[in-house]
């Protein structure tokens, strides 16, 4: 804290000694003045925070001497020293503005109480006043929190500095990362030119210095100034001037630059807190406005994604910040594979519209029976479909899954069918086939930076395939390591063991029944 600076007004050497031996003990800095008039030439280029007035004097009397000080310092507080003291005396000093009333004679004791009790009366004062100049502007976060862009946001933040503070130059710049620069996004009271062409690096000129840093800075033209600071106010037209950053989770945004031109008093400590206050509430409303956004994009990209893939496959990619080429691990993955017999008797037969709506309803219907189970729809295959259990989503029995999906999938297929039939007899000549197979397989994105295709790759996937192609109408056939998962009320049966095209040496194969032992699990 800056350290405090009295003025003893009195024309009595031992009084002024006292004074000044005393409160210079306790660490004011203390200066002395023999009257009135003397009082006021000093107050004139100096600045004070208390004068200690004797109430007699030559020429004006401290009362006097006191109401012209106020004139030239409005903020400075008074204790009236008097000789010759009435109730009406401390009266007519109270009313005058003086904060302390002392008798002739007084012990230094009862000197720095009075002293430091008008400092005391004058912080809760000033405290006072803050609050209830910062209170309503709290209440201005309703109008930040609806803003629904940086840009409304940024016009609320100028208007509010503008209307708190009085001020005519007002610029906020936000810093861009891609480019490097702090960059004015929003201002008044600049030339359209200046805005577009000023850019700033970090710790470049106060703006930048103040996002460097991530603290505020006041200047002005007093001599209290830090010359290196003063220099940077180039216009003679400024004043004073504040630049405040503008931070959000201990992130430095941007700068909020504030000035005044030609007429208007210095900047404070209470006007940085009251722009601390503005600040946040812009600051939380950009942060508004930017997690808004992203959920919105999220939300887009999501319905976008899920067009075309699963939904379990959408979150995995919309969640991976890497390449999405990147996207991708070995997992222990059972796969599945149907598709429908004799569809190429149907495409001759058929005329395309309604082989397109034949197949909406079965990829519909499949669909539906996979997520069912938890599984994933890996891709559609002209008349056929491929569904993974087991991921991206974890559960904890996929063979299962997949084989209770699969005879679902007959069940319910069996019933499309017969729907169809009712139209046409070719419908009638339809089947469905099925493959399961699983092992360690890789899951992610294949293809291109330009084309992604998120699917699984493995010697199983082409087992499952193959065994699908063998399956006859209504029949599901899975390899030996999805039999040795499954639950025992599978009713399952074993095939010939077969040599599916693409392997070496033949691998055996197992049927399912169409109806499970037990329930379904």
């Given at each position: 804290m800056a350290q405090k600076r009295i003025l003893v007004v009195d024309d009595e050497e031992m009084i002024v000694?006292?004074?000044?031996r005393v409160l210079r003990s306790e660490g004011y800095d203390v200066q002395w003045a023999s009257s009135g008039q003397d009082a006021l030439k000093l107050t004139s280029p100096e600045q004070f925070h208390l004068a200690v007035i004797d109430m007699l004097m030559p020429g004006i009397d401290g009362l006097e001497t006191f109401l012209g000080l106020k004139k030239q310092?409005?903020?400075?507080?008074?204790?009236?020293?008097?000789?010759?003291?009435?109730?009406?005396?401390?009266?007519?000093?109270?009313?005058?503005?003086?904060?302390?009333?002392?008798?002739?004679?007084?012990?230094?004791?009862?000197?720095v109480h009075v002293v430091k009790e008008s400092f005391r009366k004058a912080e809760l004062s000033e405290e006072n006043t803050r609050l209830k100049t910062l209170f309503p502007l709290y209440r201005l976060g309703e109008k930040f929190i609806l803003s629904q862009t940086n840009e409304d946001v940024l016009g609320e933040l100028i208007?509010?500095?503008e209307s708190q503070t009085g001020t005519q130059r007002i610029s906020v710049m936000l810093y861009d990362e891609i480019e490097g620069y702090l960059k004015i996004a929003a201002a008044k009271g600049l030339k359209e030119e200046i805005i577009k062409k000023v850019r700033l690096k970090p710790g470049e000129r106060i703006a930048g210095k103040v996002f460097q840093k991530g603290e505020p800075i006041i200047m002005g033209r007093g001599a209290v100034d830090n010359p290196r600071i003063a220099s940077f106010l180039k216009s003679r037209n400024i004043i004073a001037a504040i630049s405040f950053p503008l931070k959000a989770r201990g992130t430095t945004l941007g700068v909020l630059n504030v000035s005044?031109?030609?007429?208007?008093?210095?900047?404070?400590?209470?006007?940085?807190?009251?722009?601390?206050?503005?600040?946040?509430?812009?600051?939380?409303?950009?942060?508004?406005?930017?997690?808004?956004?992203?959920?919105?994009?999220?939300?887009?990209?999501?319905?976008?994604?899920?067009?075309?893939?699963?939904?379990?496959?959408?979150?995995?990619?919309?969640?991976?910040?890497?390449n999405p080429m990147e996207v991708g691990e070995i997992r222990d993955i059972t796969v599945l594979f149907a598709d429908i017999r004799?569809?190429?008797?149907?495409?001759?037969?058929?005329?395309?519209?309604?082989?397109?709506?034949?197949?909406n309803d079965f990829f519909d219907?499949?669909?539906?029976?996979?997520?069912?189970?938890?599984?994933?729809?890996?891709?559609?295959?002209?008349?056929?479909?491929?569904?993974?259990?087991?991921?991206p989503n974890h559960i904890k029995k996929p063979h299962n899954?997949?084989?209770?999906?699969?005879?679902?999938?007959?069940?319910?297929?069996?019933?499309?069918?017969?729907?169809?039939?009712?139209?046409k007899e070719t419908f009638g000549q339809v089947g469905l086939g099925i493959g399961i197979s699983s092992?360690?397989?890789?899951?992610?994105?294949?293809?291109?930076?330009?084309?992604?295709?998120?699917?699984?790759?493995?010697?199983?996937?082409?087992?499952?395939?193959?065994?699908?192609?063998?399956?006859?109408?209504?029949?599901?056939l899975i390899t030996e390591s999805v039999k040795s998962q499954l639950g025992s009320r599978f009713r399952v049966t074993k095939e010939p063991s077969r040599l599916l095209r693409g392997l070496e040496k033949q691998i055996p194969v197992f049927s399912i029944g169409t109806e499970m032992k037990g329930s379904n699990l």
């Open positions: 000694d006292l004074c000044q310092q409005p903020g400075l507080l008074g204790v009236l020293i008097t000789g010759h003291g009435t109730m009406d005396t401390a009266i007519q000093a109270m009313e005058l503005g003086f904060s302390g009333f002392i008798r002739k004679p007084f012990s230094p004791v009862e000197l208007r509010t500095v005044r031109i030609k007429t208007g008093s210095p900047f404070s400590q209470a006007d940085i807190e009251m722009l601390s206050v503005i600040c946040s509430q812009a600051v939380m409303a950009l942060e508004n406005v930017r997690i808004m956004g992203e959920m919105a994009e999220r939300i887009r990209m999501r319905a976008l994604f899920e067009q075309y893939v699963a939904p379990e496959v959408a979150e995995v990619l919309i969640s991976h910040e890497q004799n569809f190429t008797n149907l495409v001759q037969h058929l005329p395309l519209e309604t082989l397109r709506s034949l197949l219907l499949l669909t539906g029976i996979v997520f069912m189970f938890k599984g994933t729809l890996d891709k559609f295959m002209g008349d056929a479909v491929l569904a993974i259990f087991g991921a899954a997949a084989v209770s999906a699969s005879m679902e999938m007959l069940r319910r297929f069996d019933q499309l069918k017969k729907k169809w039939a009712s139209t092992g360690e397989m890789f899951l992610g994105n294949v293809g291109s930076q330009r084309r992604l295709d998120y699917t699984v790759i493995g010697t199983d996937v082409n087992i499952a395939q193959r065994l699908e192609s063998e399956a006859a109408s209504g029949q599901i």
